[in-house]
């Protein structure tokens, strides 16, 4: 028997391949006799396609075809919903037809010989357009807000409409009441790389080399939009970079990219451009929100309202847990949340680490801190008072909730004692200085997934998992598991990940990929363990002629959740320096203490959870995508108007867990920590602000005329 490897810090046992480039992404599997495909997208942001003239695009050197919706084929776009699509609308159907439903939406394709000649191509396509004018402001009369038909259905996890109690009435009879409005930008994903796909046809068969975090629901998607059997596509991505939501659904480009293939009858590889991106590909929505909260002159919670509208797209229903959070964190004898969807002429928004309830934190934490000013009380001292060990929505005891003990470790070592609560009071020279903190939650999701483990006559053992890894680990943490399992040093393990016919599992997203896929790890290494009756494996295999012993093994979610709540939860402390006269705002440190059950592996969840904060910096301070309100367009589609922390924004980041042994929520003990650090990393600098400066910014991101 090996060492232990759980919990160890075991370096990235991928890392030599990622600074070598012999880890291989999509856009790098090229094929033979490969052609290059460059979507043309519309300049418009709602009508129709009145004319498309290629005759000059099609004349010019090494193009092959100028696809549309004139001379595209018909597919069949049979019923398709992953558990990632939105459950109401219907996706995109790329060039079925002349309608425009927003700025970006893909409407031709060019495919040549050479990208640079597609590219050239591209621009030589002329489109005429019949154009009307789009709604793209979610506060505009026209984007009258609905009620989510998914949320009505039951089981949803995120509900139209909850209610505990009588909260107006209580709000009415509280000693203090704050009610405020904060509002946050819509966000777009900006990975390094990419999104990309190459696609090659065998006969009625594809394979696509496609950035995927769900390769398992990419094959599926695409064989229903081509009416080809599930079986007959197979998506290959070994290896993402960067993604945390964007790679989730199967974008428009892919049908693209497979469609073209199979016109030329060859390979066609498909990269869209960084503008691309900020089309149709997903971005986290921007959302309004009421929070209304009272209390006793104790700081007891009485009444806690909160409402929040975040936009969609027209065609479909994009969902995410907005004010789900408000109904459990704290005790509160009257609750009532309101969740709306405001339908505006977009592309549909899509998960950003955090989903829901990074947005949805920023409000419930800025007015618990109005209420804590408002009480003249320690931030951290009116959430304690509001603790409990009862989820009361569900009425169900939380299967572990650190958050008491996430406090007290991460107030220590940021030094919250030292705190002088009065705004404007510390000061470094002429800089003001501001000490804010936030509470920090994440559901653990569980979802079944499946593994196979090979004892090899080497006495190494292979394990294949379709899930993907863009980048937290996911190779050596499971590697790690896989270790421990059979006895074996994580030397001896060998981990294939990203395929669509290996054994299915959830998308890579979530905070659920260690939960789920690990413990289907763990039961497939298990299984083989037991069939090979012993640890000298390789003596094993050599009895039985130096043929390898197989296992597969699933794993699934039982009646937990029947019987606890299970959440991670967290602290992050935040400092920030504001120049009072330029009204710049520079974020020093930040500290976020997590109670995240089973560490497999600290130095992989420090940087998450460091990943994770950096992201809070830029939607606290940075990040908002702005439209143009007469065509929808981004008008700072690029990395050079688009703004995203670089190392020169980035102080010190610090994260520390708590010590949490949860037996009920997996065979791991784990619940994730994609998501948890970015949800309460923007509001601890937003009321980091507001101690410096006196002002209340409940608009992110937090820009320099809000303070000036």
Request: aromatic share 6%; net charge neutral; with cysteine.
């Amino acid at each position: 028997m090996s060492t232990p490897s759980i919990g160890t810090p075991l370096p990235r046992v991928d890392g030599r391949a990622k600074v070598t480039g012999a880890a291989r992404y999509a856009a790098e599997f090229n094929q033979p006799n490969q052609a290059y495909g460059v979507i043309v997208s519309s300049r418009v942001g709602l009508g129709r396609i009145a004319a498309i003239d290629t005759r000059d695009a099609a004349r010019l050197p090494g193009v092959v075809v100028v696809l549309s919706h004139l001379n595209a084929p018909r597919l069949p776009y049979r019923e398709h919903r992953g558990p990632i699509d939105p459950a109401v609308g219907e996706r995109l159907h790329v060039f079925q037809d002349d309608a425009v439903r927003f700025f970006g939406q893909p409407i031709a394709v060019v495919v040549a010989e050479t990208l640079e000649q597609a590219q050239h191509a591209a621009t030589a396509v002329r489109i005429g357009y019949e154009r009307r004018a789009p709604v793209v402001r979610l506060e505009a009369p026209e984007a009258a807000p609905i009620v989510p038909e998914a949320a009505l259905r039951p089981g949803a996890r995120t509900l139209a409409d909850t209610v505990r109690g009588d909260a107006d009435r209580a709000l009415t009879g509280a000693a203090v009441r704050i009610e405020a409005t904060y509002g946050i930008a819509r966000e777009n994903h900006n990975p390094m790389e990419p999104h990309a796909t190459v696609a090659a046809w065998t006969g009625d068969r594809l394979t696509l080399w496609s950035k995927s975090q769900f390769v398992v629901n990419e094959a599926t998607e695409i064989a229903a939009v081509f009416g080809v059997p599930a079986d007959h596509v197979r998506v290959i991505c070994p290896y993402i970079g960067g993604a945390f939501g964007t790679s989730l659904r199967t974008w428009p480009h892919v049908t693209v990219a497979a469609l073209a293939a199979r016109h030329v009858r060859r390979p066609v590889k498909l990269v869209l451009t960084r503008q691309q991106m900020f089309y149709a590909t997903g971005h986290r929505p921007r959302t309004l929100q009421r929070v209304a909260v009272g209390a006793a002159a104790d700081g007891r919670l009485t009444s806690l309202t909160h409402e929040g509208t975040g936009e969609t797209s027209r065609h479909e229903q994009f969902m995410e847990a907005l004010t789900a959070v408000s109904t459990f964190l704290y005790s509160c004898p009257n609750v009532r949340t309101r969740y709306r969807l405001a339908p505006v002429d977009s592309s549909t928004p899509t998960y950003m680490r955090g989903p829901g309830e990074a947005s949805g934190m920023f409000a419930l934490e800025s007015a618990m801190d109005e209420l804590a000013v408002a009480l003249n009380m320690d931030p951290v001292e009116l959430r304690l008072r509001n603790d409990t060990a009862l989820d009361e929505q569900a009425g169900l005891p939380f299967s572990s909730r650190s958050l008491h003990a996430c406090y007290e470790l991460g107030g220590a070592r940021f030094g919250w004692d030292r705190r002088d609560a009065r705004p404007r009071s510390m000061r470094d020279g002429r800089l003001l200085v501001g000490w804010g903190m936030a509470s920090a939650t994440y559901p653990m999701l569980r979802n079944q997934a499946a593994a196979r483990a090979r004892l090899l006559p080497d006495g190494t053992v292979e394990v294949e998992t379709a899930a993907s890894d863009m980048g937290p680990g996911t190779y050596t943490a499971m590697t790690q598991v896989a270790a421990d399992a059979l006895g074996l040093s994580p030397s001896q393990v060998r981990l294939r990940l990203g395929q669509s016919d290996f054994p299915p599992t959830p998308p890579h997203g979530g905070s659920q990929t260690m939960a789920s896929v690990g413990s289907a790890v763990q039961a497939a290494c298990l299984a083989v363990r037991e069939k090979a009756g012993g640890s000298d494996y390789r003596d094993l295999i050599a009895r039985r002629g130096g043929q390898p012993i197989v296992a597969e093994a699933s794993s699934a979610a039982g009646d937990e959740r029947q019987r606890f709540s299970m959440h991670a939860f967290g602290a992050v402390f935040a400092e920030v320096v504001v120049d009072p006269d330029l009204g710049t705002v520079r974020v020093r440190r930040v500290v976020g203490a997590y109670g995240a059950g089973r560490i497999i592996n600290p130095r992989l969840a420090r940087s998450q959870c460091i990943g994770g904060m950096v992201g809070g910096i830029g939607m606290a301070l940075m990040e908002h995508t702005v439209l143009d309100p007469r065509d929808g367009r981004p008008v700072n589609a690029s990395m050079a108007d688009y703004l995203v922390p670089v190392n020169l924004d980035i102080g010190s980041l610090d994260a520390v867990f708590v010590d949490e042994n949860d037996p009920h929520v997996n065979p791991l003990g784990v619940k994730g920590l994609g998501e948890i650090a970015l949800v309460g990393t923007a509001p601890a600098i937003a009321n980091a602000v507001f101690h410096a400066t006196g002002r209340r910014v409940r608009e992110l991101p937090i820009r320099i005329e809000a303070l000036l």
